[in-house]
């Protein structure tokens, strides 16, 4: 272990201070009204098989970096989707269901936010249009088929496959359910990241002290770091510190952090990390994380496979976890930290740090992951 981290390339290319931090309670929730997220509890609580994901200590990694605790929330065991999107997406078809007779809903996505809207819609009988880039891969594809969804692939990426989207859906009158918004489209996000935040409580109601000192979260949109702040906001007394993480070539919330306003990042480059392959903010995200993320960084794709090969085997924890590419960037972003010093120092990271971590997905694509497992073993 002492060897990989050494030897292993945790670099972080970019790391930014937010100056207009400033964590206000009320203004939060406000941004993601309280009323969402206690309905959202309320009903995906009943769900059939609904139970808390497991928070695993990595006591191997703390081991080796030497904090008072650090934990991951497993997501690999959320219903039969196998990602914390499972929570969302499917709230908001039910929402639109209650209030409209026989929808048809349609979103674009990379592939989890889209199980989850096609299996909601499979439960409750609903048609379902989903629209996938020329890079989302086949296997997650036919995951989406096999939950009776139309997956209709667009030449592009993700930002193109969305505006293809929402030109059918216009033209066809079909409920969107998206997990991004824009002027004039604000509520269905909202209902999905209230979705998001149940996991916050499940964390506190099962360790039943929520001093973490510094929480890492992913970003695309930023839907789910943006809700995961709002759960704190609601669920928690101590507010710890928010770090975004982000790949480097698609790092929209940090420019926009950096530039104080929504900016929108031209994807070159696709990364490894598809669900975070975003180029645009969540404009309700942005209005939660423009004041309350303390620190925005980037990581590169080249530990992915190490962290998801080191998780498989159990060299962080005492228990082997099935992590997804999108799983591994807080790992990666914490190590690069501690192999940083001035950045390391920044964060105000030490031994008395308690640090959270989420595992946002876990086997939602078996090719990728067989080869993700495959590469990082000859690593390890």
């Not at 904090?67 to 499972?86: H, P, T, V």
């Not at 002027?183 to 109601?205: C, F």
């Amino acid at each position: 272990m002492k060897t990989i981290i050494e030897n292993a390339n945790w670099s972080i290319p970019s790391l930014i201070e937010n100056k207009n931090y400033k964590f206000n309670k009320k203004k939060i929730l406000t941004s993601l009204p309280e009323k969402f997220i206690d309905e959202a509890i309320q009903s995906i609580s009943k769900w059939e098989t609904y139970a808390p994901t497991p928070l695993c200590k990595l006591n191997k990694l703390n081991d080796e970096l030497g904090f008072k605790e650090i934990y991951y929330k497993d997501e690999d065991k959320r219903f039969n989707l196998k990602s914390f999107k499972a929570l969302g997406g499917a709230f908001a078809v039910n929402k639109i269901a209650d209030e409209k007779n026989n929808v048809t809903v349609a979103t674009a996505t990379a592939g989890n936010h889209g199980r989850s809207v096609a299996w909601g819609a499979q439960r409750l009988d609903l048609k379902c249009k989903i629209f996938i880039s020329e890079f989302v891969s086949e296997t997650r594809a036919e995951a989406m088929r096999n939950l009776d969804a139309d997956v209709i692939r667009v030449r592009g990426n993700y930002d193109a496959s969305l505006r293809e989207c929402i030109k059918q859906s216009k033209q066809n009158n079909w409920e969107i359910v998206q997990d991004v918004s824009w002027e004039g489209y604000k509520e269905v996000p909202k209902l999905i990241m209230a979705g998001y935040t149940i996991m916050i409580k499940e964390i506190i109601d099962q360790i039943k002290d929520s001093s973490f000192t510094h929480v890492f979260l992913q970003a695309g949109v930023g839907g789910m770091a943006a809700a995961m702040i709002a759960g704190f906001a609601k669920f928690s007394n101590n507010i710890p510190k928010f770090i975004i993480v982000e790949p480097q070539n698609a790092n929209c919330v940090f420019e926009s952090i950096a530039n104080n306003k929504p900016t929108t990042v031209d994807i070159i480059n696709e990364t490894i990390m598809g669900g975070m392959s975003c180029g645009d903010v969540s404009t309700v995200a942005w209005e939660i994380l423009k004041d309350t993320t303390n620190y925005s960084l980037t990581i590169t794709d080249d530990e992915i496979s190490t962290v998801v090969a080191m998780l498989a085997e159990a060299k962080l924890s005492n228990k082997k976890i099935i992590a997804g590419e999108c799983a591994v960037p807080g790992i990666i972003a914490l190590i690069g930290l501690f192999k940083n010093k001035e950045y390391f120092n920044k964060l105000n990271l030490n031994s008395d740090s308690r640090i959270l971590l989420f595992g946002c997905e876990g086997l939602t694509d078996a090719a990728m992951y067989k080869k993700l497992l495959d590469d990082g073993l000859k690593k390890i």
